[in-house]
């Protein structure tokens, strides 16, 4: 009987433990939401390449939820007058002229198991010209049944000219630290960075340093500065991009640019959490 009794307090016991906390929030039942990445009322700059031929400008959207979705999931996008009509005429902007770009599609699909998809606009820096006040509004109208973000389903990006060097590249390459190499193969967007008050030094561009565990682990953002007499590039960690702990990214043997072919190739490394250094080579060529 007192066996009986012992096991039944134990059973009593562990079911009291499953019992969520006071203070414990469950976000298995969060529901995912169909956003854009850089979203909401401000204003985002958005710099395109100084060209002959259509820069490929991209914009990310996002699920966002616990767990990226187990099954694939298509966005459709629109132009968002009226949150522009509402929000930001009279501001000293104007709606970017449809004579300036175009789009190839109006919906994104997000793979299973992943969690963003790319929105593409070609853009003609000729049409562009200097004109600083041309905002394209977006929104997302239909996410397959997942509610779209009051606050970031939609989005206003500022498009301007940027340098030669900004645009969407192709990037090859590997990171190796001790004992491992990862490697590297993914597009990558290289922002023009704006030089108003010594900002940015002339001819730099902003990109995603590395893979992921760079990026995202470390964030490290990476400046690329040409000088434009001999192509050579030195590679910094950005001051402001990424995560408030600045990681100093060293360059490594050859850091040159291709004009002609449009091909950055890159060699720089840094000191990881352990210690150890990471080294890195990539080759980013235009697409």
């Not at 854009?36 to 100084?50: D, E, I, P, R, Y």
């Not at 041309?134 to 206003?156: C, E, K, R």
């Not at 682990?217 to 702990?245: E, F, H, K, R």
Request: net charge negative; glycine share 10%; with cysteine.
């Amino acid at each position: 009987m007192s066996n009986r009794i012992l096991l039944l307090a134990i059973v009593i016991a562990g079911v009291s433990c499953l019992k969520p906390a006071k203070y414990y929030t469950d976000f298995s039942n969060v529901s995912a939401i169909a956003q854009f990445s850089l979203g909401g009322t401000g204003v985002t700059n958005a710099w395109v390449t100084v060209q002959p031929t259509p820069t490929d400008y991209t914009l990310m959207v996002n699920v966002a939820a616990p767990n990226p979705l187990g099954k694939a999931v298509t966005f459709t996008l629109a132009l968002d007058t009226a949150d522009f009509n509402a929000q930001l005429m009279g501001n000293g902007y104007t709606l970017l002229p449809d004579s300036v770009y175009t789009v190839p599609t109006w919906q994104v699909t997000i793979p299973a198991g992943k969690d963003s998809g790319t929105f593409h606009v070609m853009i003609n820096s000729a049409k562009l010209g200097g004109n600083l006040g041309y905002i394209l509004p977006l929104h997302i109208t239909d996410a397959q049944g997942l509610p779209v973000s009051s606050n970031f389903g939609y989005g206003f990006w500022l498009v301007q000219n940027g340098n030669a060097y900004t645009g969407l590249y192709h990037s090859l390459g590997y990171r190796k630290e001790v004992g491992k190499t990862f490697m590297i193969n993914q597009d990558k967007y290289l922002y023009y960075a704006d030089t108003t008050g010594g900002m940015y030094p002339p001819n730099t561009v902003i990109a995603q340093a590395g893979d992921d565990v760079t990026y995202i682990d470390y964030g490290i953002g990476m400046d690329l500065t040409v000088d434009p007499s001999t192509n050579q590039v030195t590679v910094t960690s950005d001051p402001y991009q990424g995560a408030g702990g600045k990681i100093p990214l060293n360059n490594m043997g050859v850091c040159q640019y291709d004009p002609v072919n449009r091909v950055f190739t890159l060699n720089y490394s840094y000191v990881n959490a352990y210690g150890n250094t990471d080294t890195l080579q990539e080759v980013l060529t235009i697409k």
